[in-house]
């Protein structure tokens, strides 16, 4: 089983929502990265998602977009990427790692041969924000080939079969954009929201995750009040941008440890409705 799927079946067993904490590799310094997964997991992170900076980017707001840019100055690439995934590995060899990025730098490496570096380096699963699935059959064969999870976005404007489309080749969770438009932008209609996830959770199959539009303890409470994973990303960026390197992790702890206590504290109330609801008959 992989970690990314033990991850999701023993929250569920323990009548919790996973929190998917993003930020970008090598933002604000490459020699800070590993040490801010490191507090992410100390947070309170179940599953990290790490962007791999990218120049010309189609789906990030301007916040993400300064990370990259910040990250590229600095000389990131995917190789040093993936470097840094296995520092972290040294300590930690259970929280899963998602790669997420674009597909210009994997196949610059080759699809095959960026998939056995991943494995080896201990990647989880991969996001590629433009591969659409009807073009990533070869792309999802060859990362499930090396254990990694092929993971896809859905939008609102998704229809039933690109739903289905990414259900025949998803494996770990499908991450579900909250919103039209770039990350970082406009606000979260949770209840619009509510009402796609459970077609995307019959037609996948798999977990589903929730982002974009997701800056504090109070909305992620509410998006984990109806999906499987809470992703968040831009709020994070903007913490580390007014930070310095001494205060960098401790503020981005504090930031998503409250985002943690609000999706606990959400959940556990469901829980204690369904447990009432259980003992009086209600079904």
């Given at each position: 089983?992989?970690?990314?799927q033990a991850t999701f079946e023993r929250?569920?067993?323990?009548?919790?929502?996973?929190?998917?904490?993003?930020?970008?590799?090598?933002?604000?310094?490459?020699?800070?990265?590993?040490?801010?997964?490191?507090?992410?997991?100390?947070?309170?992170?179940?599953?990290?998602?790490?962007?791999?900076?990218?120049?010309?980017?189609?789906?990030?707001?301007?916040?993400?977009?300064?990370?990259?840019?910040?990250?590229?100055?600095?000389?990131?690439?995917?190789?040093?990427?993936?470097?840094?995934?296995?520092?972290?590995?040294?300590?930690?060899?259970?929280?899963p790692v998602v790669l997420m990025g674009?597909?210009?730098?994997?196949?610059?490496?080759?699809?095959?041969?960026?998939?056995?570096?991943?494995?080896?380096?201990?990647?989880?699963?991969?996001?590629?924000?433009?591969?659409?699935?009807?073009?990533?059959?070869?792309?999802?064969?060859?990362?499930?080939?090396?254990?990694?999870?092929?993971?896809?976005?859905?939008?609102?404007?998704?229809?039933?079969?690109?739903?289905?489309?990414?259900?025949?080749?998803?494996?770990?969770?499908?991450?579900?954009?909250?919103?039209?438009?770039?990350?970082?932008?406009?606000?979260?209609?949770?209840?619009?929201?509510?009402?796609?996830?459970?077609?995307?959770?019959?037609?996948?199959?798999?977990?589903?995750?929730?982002?974009?539009?997701?800056?504090?303890?109070?909305?992620?409470?509410?998006?984990?009040?109806?999906?499987?994973?809470?992703?968040?990303?831009?709020?994070?960026?903007?913490?580390?941008?007014?930070?310095?390197?001494?205060?960098?992790?401790?503020?981005v702890h504090a930031l998503v440890a409250?985002?943690?206590?609000?999706?606990?504290?959400?959940?556990?109330?469901?829980?204690?409705?369904?447990?009432?609801?259980?003992?009086?008959?209600?079904?």
């Open positions: 089983m992989s970690k990314i929250l569920q067993a323990q009548g919790r929502k996973a929190l998917i904490p993003f930020i970008t590799a090598g933002d604000p310094d490459p020699a800070l990265t590993v040490s801010l997964m490191h507090t992410l997991v100390e947070a309170g992170a179940d599953i990290i998602e790490l962007g791999v900076p990218f120049s010309d980017p189609m789906a990030d707001g301007p916040t993400i977009q300064r990370a990259s840019e910040r990250a590229l100055l600095k000389g990131v690439s995917l190789r040093k990427v993936l470097g840094m995934v296995a520092n972290f590995r040294a300590d930690d060899n259970e929280t674009y597909a210009n730098p994997i196949e610059a490496m080759g699809i095959d041969t960026f998939a056995a570096a991943a494995y080896d380096a201990g990647v989880d699963g991969v996001l590629v924000v433009d591969y659409p699935p009807e073009e990533s059959v070869e792309f999802a064969q060859a990362m499930r080939a090396n254990s990694l999870a092929p993971i896809f976005l859905l939008a609102p404007t998704s229809t039933a079969d690109r739903i289905s489309q990414v259900g025949a080749l998803a494996s770990g969770y499908v991450y579900y954009v909250s919103l039209k438009g770039v990350t970082g932008s406009a606000a979260l209609d949770v209840d619009a929201v509510a009402a796609r996830i459970p077609e995307i959770r019959a037609r996948t199959g798999v977990p589903v995750g929730v982002g974009f539009g997701i800056r504090d303890a109070a909305t992620a409470g509410a998006v984990a009040r109806i999906a499987d994973a809470v992703v968040v990303g831009s709020r994070i960026i903007e913490e580390l941008e007014q930070s310095t390197p001494e205060n960098a992790c401790a503020r409250d985002i943690r206590r609000g999706i606990d504290n959400a959940t556990a109330g469901q829980q204690q409705l369904a447990s009432a609801d259980a003992s009086q008959g209600i079904s």
